[in-house]
């Protein structure tokens, strides 16, 4: 599905090579590194140290995961303020370019980046796979302690990633974009705030833009978000529903200057039926009886309701106006009965799967500091002194 392309200036190798020949030893020895960083950032974290002076430092590092389709206009731009702003901010840093699917001379361009840019990573589809898709091609490659996604039309603009990383430091996890003045035309703003103000109130979350592109996230987060069909939109929400803390930041929207855009009003019935997938895979996927149920109970209540008013009908002698209520009372009752029996089966399927795994999610773990047992143990009537720290006692 996809082709990886690392660079390194002082290692002579062809694309079409294996990852193995492509990654030597030096790679390794820097990705050995970069986990080194990783280790010190974290412990940074958590003793409060600003992410953006670890960054200066070089203490730990940033991945830029870029997704684009035909932006070949826009790339040479974008890569040059880019770099511009991640040379002031952060040292240590790569970029990766997920390629989906472009047939503009995209990758072609690209490929002249990573020629000579050893902290260029390129990744490219066969074909078009979607957003969803490119940003966790992009994730699995990450090897940052902090993650930036951002678009290639250069209607996110580079030079806001600092004010992102200051918001982080207030104690977020993950920062989006809220674009409040936006440079795009009616058929893409009008849905957007239509689905933003339904998902912001169903989910409690104070966020304006939930599918800005621009978003900035702790490693942890990206590693853990597990997106597919069109769930970028919902980063957000995913993230939250895990336990991170989401927050938004205000950062300028330009013009987009080059191409066009990708989207239109058609995301507002793919957005209504991903929101629906979210709100199902997030709030009751341990608890499907829940929604299926209360869907199911709905409609048969609905069925009975036009049942008795058929019968009600029927009986003071307007049966002739209840002959297309009778059939259409008949199938919501069952059909409600159907949905719930589905809410049923689900549940089983929990059931099972609840046995394989745990559906929470464990940040931190801290033993207890007292080891030694505080009752000595008994064993087949004879009295057995507690064992000591590292003694195993058998069954």
């Given at each position: ?166 918001k982080l430091d207030e104690g977020y996890d993950l920062v989006t974009g809220w674009k409040q003045k936006r440079h795009d035309p009616l058929n893409k703003t009008l ?108 409609v048969i209540a609905i069925g009975i309701v036009l049942l008795g008013y058929a019968l009600v ?83």
């Open positions: 599905m996809e082709k990886v392309f690392r660079f390194r200036s002082n290692e002579t190798t062809h694309p079409d090579q294996d990852d193995k020949s492509i990654l030597g030893s030096e790679v390794q020895a820097s990705r050995q590194e970069i986990s080194k960083m990783r280790g010190l950032s974290r412990q940074s974290t958590s003793g409060r140290e600003p992410m953006a002076a670890a960054l200066m430092s070089g203490a730990a590092s940033v991945s830029v995961v870029i997704p684009l389709l035909n932006e070949v206009d826009s790339l040479p731009d974008l890569y040059r303020r880019l770099k511009d702003s991640l040379n002031e901010i952060a040292p240590s840093h790569e970029i990766i370019f997920i390629d989906d699917g472009s047939k503009d001379g995209s990758f072609e361009k690209l490929q002249e980046f990573w020629k000579i840019d050893a902290s260029v990573c390129l990744v490219r589809f066969r074909r078009n796979f979607g957003k969803a898709a490119a940003l966790s091609a992009g994730f699995k490659h990450v090897r940052g302690d902090l993650v930036v996604m951002m678009d290639a039309d250069l209607q996110d603009q580079p030079e806001q990633m600092p004010k992102l990383i200051a849905p957007s705030k239509l689905f933003n103000g339904t998902v912001s109130r169903y989910y409690k979350l104070k966020i304006h833009d939930f599918n800005c592109g621009f978003k900035i996230m702790r490693a942890e987060v990206a590693a853990d978000l597990r997106l597919y069909g069109d769930l970028h939109r919902f980063i957000p929400v995913l993230a939250a529903e895990r336990g991170f803390r989401v927050t938004e930041c205000s950062v300028e929207h330009a013009p987009r200057v080059h191409g066009v855009s990708k989207y239109g009003a058609k995301r507002l019935i793919t957005g209504l039926l991903d929101f629906v997938a979210t709100i199902l895979t997030t709030r009751f996927t341990q608890k499907p009886m829940q929604f299926f149920g209360t869907i199911g109970l709905s009908e029927t009986i003071i002698g307007a049966s002739a106006r209840m002959t297309a209520v009778w059939p259409v009372a008949i199938m919501l009752a069952l059909g409600g009965i159907e949905i719930a029996c589905i809410g049923l089966l689900a549940e089983m399927i929990t059931n099972q799967t609840h046995r394989k795994g745990h559906p929470y999610f464990v940040t931190e773990t801290q033993q207890a500091r007292d080891t030694q047992p505080a009752i000595a143990l008994e064993r087949n009537g004879n009295h057995t002194e507690a064992p000591t720290v590292g003694t195993a006692v058998k069954a």
